[in-house]
């Protein structure tokens, strides 16, 4: 039972990180654009990209704590080996190389954009200067939503039986 407890907090996890970040591309920022005061749009934002950084941060601490122990269990049951089961060791190097990516795109979105941005605004900095460091954070969005959708692919593949053999 155990491991279905982790293996439940992981997929929940993802759905916590990924979903977020659909509704921000699809809905959020497009509504965003609707308010005309810059300040007021501004101060909406920011709590929006605060609170979400929050949910997240622990997801995505969630996903990675749960995955050593997945990954670990996986090793135990025999499929982490190149030999025996090539399609699940090729699937997991993806997923894992997908996870750096991802973790690397979160604190460069987080740490460098979204902070630059803040700091930018706050100063009245010029608006192609704003623009130039909005268009590098969505873009780390845009990479990192697509990874994030790319892990989940292979944890499909890992979750089948084609994996296996």
């Avoid at 959020?28 to 909406?44: E, F, S």
């Avoid at 997945?70 to 090729?90: E, V």
């Avoid at 706050?122 to 790319?150: F, G």
Wanted: with cysteine.
């Amino acid at each position: 039972m155990f491991q279905v407890i982790v293996l439940w907090l992981h997929i929940l996890s993802a759905v916590t990180f990924i979903g977020p970040q659909v509704f921000f591309a699809m809905a959020a920022v497009p509504a965003m654009h609707t308010i005309d005061d810059v300040k007021q749009r501004a101060t909406a934002t920011r709590l929006m990209t605060t609170r979400f950084a929050v949910l997240a941060s622990a997801s995505l601490a969630v996903l990675l704590t749960t995955g050593v122990i997945n990954y670990f269990h996986a090793k135990d049951l025999g499929y982490i080996s190149n030999d025996d089961f090539p399609r699940y060791f090729m699937a997991m190097q993806i997923k894992l190389t997908l996870v750096t990516v991802v973790v690397i795109l979160t604190i460069l979105h987080g740490m460098v954009f979204g902070r630059r941005l803040q700091r930018l605004q706050e100063s009245n900095a010029p608006a192609d200067e704003i623009a130039k460091v909005r268009r590098w954070s969505m873009l780390a969005s845009i990479a990192n939503l697509a990874a994030s959708i790319a892990i989940l692919f292979c944890a499909a593949v890992l979750g089948s039986s084609w994996s296996k053999f």
